[in-house]
């Protein structure tokens, strides 16, 4: 049964500091999509990537966030310095594209709550 | 940009009955794709229906179809037969077609309470 797995499914972290999400997508597929979930701005994408290269990042702050995909196996989003509105749930998608994706099948999520 | 309106903050249905939850969007693009998503406490979203634009015939998947009034921009989903476990929040989203944006646009959401 092919999933997206993401890690850690929750973390709590003091303003400050370096939080380092991750996200395995379903084998074969090539785009990944990174979500963030909030109660009031809802779900946006942050970013998303096609064969490691990022596509799009414009919904993601440049000056705390970075996501990357270190190989084709692996997608990270990190925030440092982390600050308390950071606060959320950030998803994982991923999907198979051959100039287009079809669908995107959603990881767990990682709940964030910087202190 | 295309926006999704969810103007139902909260529902409830009775088990074994009928609901609608309601969904508008504004695009000005004609090629595009509609979905409808659940989300249980578990927190997993989980693709319930897909509506492709082009196509005028509503989509149904067991006991969900949609209303797609493209001229209206309207998208509602009604869940027959409710059943315990439909209890969740439902996501309305968006997406361009061919050669725009892969990003899917949601709505605020709608949770759904389904009594016993």
């Known amino acids: 049964d092919a999933r997206v797995t993401q890690t850690p499914r929750d973390k709590v972290t003091e303003m400050g500091q370096e939080v380092t999400m991750r996200c395995q997508p379903i084998l074969g597929h090539n785009t990944v999509f990174w979500y963030r979930q909030t109660m009031m701005q809802g779900l946006e994408l942050l970013a998303y990537?096609?064969?490691?290269?990022?596509?799009?990042d414009s919904g993601m702050p440049k000056d705390r966030f970075s996501a990357e995909m270190p190989d084709a196996t692996l997608a990270t989003l990190k925030i440092q310095p982390s600050e308390p509105r950071d606060s959320a749930v950030y998803f994982c998608a991923s999907g198979f594209s051959t100039g287009w994706v079809d669908e995107q099948f959603f990881g767990p999520g990682t709940r964030l709550t910087v202190l | 940009a295309q926006t999704v309106t969810q103007s139902q903050p909260e529902m409830s249905v009775q088990e074994a009955e009928t609901v609608t939850l309601s969904c508008t969007y504004d695009t000005s693009e004609s090629d595009y794709y509609l979905f409808w998503y659940k989300q249980p406490p578990s927190r997993q979203m989980i693709l319930v229906i897909r509506q492709e634009a082009y196509k005028q015939q509503n989509a149904t998947e067991n006991r969900f179809s949609v209303n797609f009034q493209k001229a209206a921009k309207s998208f509602s989903l009604k869940i027959s037969d409710s059943q315990l476990g439909d209890a969740a929040m439902y996501f309305c989203a968006y997406r361009s077609g061919w050669g725009g944006s892969e990003k899917l646009v949601f709505g605020k959401g709608t949770k759904l309470t389904v009594n016993p």
């Open positions: 990537f096609r064969n490691r290269a990022p596509l799009d």
